[in-house]
């Protein structure tokens, strides 16, 4: 089968997906995600209608992005969490990487696009396998912590950069997630997007950015 069809379908396939799952399309970037909508919605800030808006904006940025060119973003990754939109992942051409945040704005009930798209060359299976390693280990410290509500959470990561996204309960929460992405092997920085409970979106600061307790 021509490479192209693989990648079309491939792509298609992870849209799919998306509709069962809020958070979490993926390239070569892992997403991973804990339960189904419907659970998911029970636990997130706007409830079941936000789930639903999310979805779509989803859904329909991937559409977006195939219609445009599917080879070229399909490192990309999407996490969206109250029309806030993550993009991270790696192109190769730095018009691809405007391209990809400019259609992300298109859809209705966007409130903010979060540009963490890298210009660079992939990290091939290698550098796949240790993405999914970090995502797989991570996510289980997350729902064997009792303290940490881990449906919350989506995490992202890239060339080893772990990109979290979602809503908090209290500072303590967050403080013990960023904790355990930092104590995770193979990660090399944590980014945190994650808002707090009952924090207006236009309140929030830049990013938490720490390294690795590793390094």
């Not at 904006?57 to 109250?82: G, P």
């Not at 992942?89 to 890298?118: C, K, M, S, T, Y």
């Not at 919350?152 to 890239?158: Q, S």
Request: glycine content about 8%; proline content about 2%; charged content about 20%.
């Amino acid at each position: 089968m021509h490479s192209n069809t693989l990648i079309k379908i491939r792509f298609l396939a992870l849209a799919v997906l998306c509709s069962v799952a809020v958070s979490g399309c993926t390239g070569l970037g892992v997403a991973t995600t804990a339960g189904a909508a419907g659970g998911i919605a029970a636990a997130r800030e706007g409830g079941f209608r936000q789930t639903v808006i999310d979805m779509r904006i989803q859904l329909e940025t991937n559409d977006l992005w195939f219609k445009y060119d599917v080879e070229a973003f399909s490192k990309l990754n999407m996490s969206v969490e109250q029309g806030r939109v993550l993009v991270t992942g790696v192109v190769q051409n730095p018009d691809h990487r405007v391209e990809a945040i400019r259609l992300a704005w298109q859809p209705e009930g966007v409130v903010q696009v979060i540009n963490e798209v890298r210009v660079a060359e992939s990290d091939g299976f290698s550098g796949f396998a240790r993405d999914t390693i970090i995502a797989t280990n991570l996510r289980r410290k997350l729902i064997f912590d009792k303290d940490i509500q881990s449906i919350n959470y989506t995490i992202d990561t890239v060339q080893g950069t772990v990109y979290l996204m979602g809503i908090a309960q209290d500072r303590a929460e967050l403080n013990k997630v960023i904790a355990h992405t930092r104590d995770t092997s193979y990660v090399r920085q944590v980014v945190s997007y994650v808002k707090l409970a009952g924090e207006p979106i236009e309140n929030m600061g830049d990013p938490v950015v720490s390294q690795s307790a590793e390094l």
